[in-house]
């Protein structure tokens, strides 16, 4: 099966701890992308990446981290920095960057922090 | 800050019937994208409708847009269950980086059996 695998599905830690989302994808496109979402808002985009080695900051990057070492994988970091850490969060793909092309979505992980 | 804003905020329709929702946005764009996300999972594109068009078809669905008037509609015809879900629209805005999507906050279409 095509698609992007995010774990785990839900996810809790406590407070001050760093904890790391995992973003696979084996549709082999270059471009992948971190966004969160909050109940009852939109997607606000954290990170993106356009090729391997490579990544930039989105909308509301503080607090967070990414690696981009493997074209499948795109894990992201919430950091003891990011001062209101529970959301959902949802990794997306694309062929290739730019808004001209579809974005392929998966499941999401939802983050409690307590 | 949102580009594209859904109107109305929640729709609830009776199996069969058409369900429509509005998109408005601020700025140019390039491009215009319909998602649906189902609870607790991810986005699933629908349709991308390009600033030079008007007027797009994809199945059921029917997408609209009017640069003029800086909005768009999406039109699910003789709607089911299973259509139940919230729908976004997303910008891509023309200039600037064109990497970035852009998502309103949604409409939540329940469509009652």
């Known amino acids: 099966d095509g698609g992007i695998t995010q774990s785990p599905k839900y996810l809790f830690r406590k407070e001050g701890q760093n904890v790391t989302l995992s973003c696979e994808q084996n549709?082999?496109?270059?471009?992948m992308y971190w966004y969160r979402q909050d109940p009852g808002q939109g997607l606000r985009l954290i990170y993106y990446?356009?090729?391997?080695?490579?990544?930039q900051k989105g909308d509301i990057a503080e607090g967070y981290s990414v690696s981009r070492e493997k074209k499948e994988s795109f894990p992201l970091t919430v950091t003891s920095a990011q001062k209101n850490p529970t959301a959902f969060y949802l990794c997306?793909?694309?062929?290739?960057?730019?808004?001209?092309?579809?974005?392929?979505f998966g499941p999401g992980t939802r983050l409690t922090v307590t | 800050s949102q580009q594209g804003e859904e109107d109305p905020q929640a729709l609830s329709i009776q199996e069969g019937e058409n369900a429509t929702m509005n998109c408005s946005y601020k700025t140019s764009i390039n491009n215009l994208q319909w998602y649906r996300q189902n609870s607790g999972r991810g986005l699933v594109h629908l349709i991308l409708i390009r600033s030079n068009e008007r007027e797009k078809h994809s199945g059921r669905l029917r997408v609209t847009l009017d640069t003029s008037k800086k909005s768009s509609s999406l039109l699910i015809t003789a709607s089911r269950a299973a259509d139940t879900a919230s729908y976004f629209c997303?910008?891509?805005?023309?200039?600037?980086?064109?990497?970035?999507?852009?998502f309103g906050k949604g409409t939540l279409l329940t469509v009652n059996p």
């Open positions: 549709l082999n496109h270059d471009a």
């Open positions: 990446s356009q090729i391997v080695n490579d990544f």
């Open positions: 997306a793909s694309s062929m290739t960057a730019g808004s001209s092309y579809e974005q392929y």
């Open positions: 997303a910008t891509a805005n023309s200039g600037g980086s064109n990497y970035k999507l852009t």
